[in-house]
């Protein structure tokens, strides 16, 4: 990205109107590199500068990440006509550009990540990356041990091919947590439904091997820390070649559709 007006960087990443950030500007409350920046007319780079404003880093486009604690009842959507989406549970400032990363059901809860970083994203949903998520999982009837054996195995769920390999454990009862390395329209719902059981609860606790904050009440989102974001590069790995293109104009467009969801 070339060097811009301070000015217009606040305002592209949603810190306020270019009049409003101005005041921002001149009122001492953003800085340049640890500095004062107290002029909006200041040429920066978000991708080589680092810029604060009212203590709020202003990250390059591509580069935002989002823990969400998704609550039972909204969908997992950029823009939805008649629900609400977890875009509307982020601040106004910071929605510019962000797409849900994967698809959770209407009432299931828990880890949802939230970017702008289509290239990152595509990565960790890719079927080739095999990224792990881990699920709390409430069943109707109690879980026999031997029904871990089978998700072990893998599972006819009624696709073209069975479901790879998943690790079903700590059962209590009829709770257990379930870990996936793949993501197909509801997956674990089909799986426990497979062997006789029904899904009444599921929670995501985890996806890359970053889990979710336990200080984060539900409805409720923070940014990622440079630690969590590579973490999630390590699970996702290196691009190649053979993920194909990396759109994330496909992300930011999509709007709600039962079919997508992957749990």
């Known amino acids: 990205m070339s060097r811009e007006r301070l000015d217009k960087i606040l305002a592209g990443a949603g810190a306020g109107s270019r009049s409003d950030v101005k005041k921002l500007i001149r009122a001492g409350r953003v800085t340049v590199n640890g500095e004062p920046a107290l002029r909006p007319e200041i040429k920066a780079d978000p991708a080589v500068d680092e810029i604060v404003a009212d203590g709020r880093r202003i990250a390059p486009e591509g580069e935002r990440w989002f823990m969400l604690h998704k609550p039972a009842g909204v969908v997992s959507a950029v823009r939805d006509a008649k629900e609400k989406t977890v875009l509307d549970l982020i601040a106004p400032g910071d929605r510019r550009g962000l797409f849900p990363v994967g698809r959770l059901d209407k009432d299931t809860t828990g880890l949802l990540l939230l970017t702008d970083d289509g290239a990152l994203a595509h990565r960790l949903l890719s079927p080739r990356r095999h990224v792990d998520k881990i699920y709390l999982v409430r069943c109707r009837e109690e879980i026999p041990p031997e029904t871990a054996g089978r ?17 079903l454990e700590d059962i209590q009862g009829n709770t257990c947590r379930v870990t996936l390395r793949e993501g197909r329209y509801h997956q674990v719902k089909r799986m426990f439904a497979a062997v006789g059981n029904e899904v009444t609860g599921l929670h995501r606790l985890a996806m890359g091997g970053l889990f979710l904050d336990e200080d984060l009440k539900p409805g409720t989102a923070r940014r990622l820390t440079p630690e969590e974001l590579a973490q999630l590069r390590q699970a996702a790995g290196p691009r190649d070649d053979a993920d194909g293109p990396e759109e994330a104009a496909e992300f930011e467009t999509e709007e709600s559709t039962e079919a997508d969801v992957e749990e």
């Open 151 to 167: 998700f072990l195995e893998g599972l006819d769920i009624g696709d073209e091919k069975k479901t790879l390999p998943a690790v």
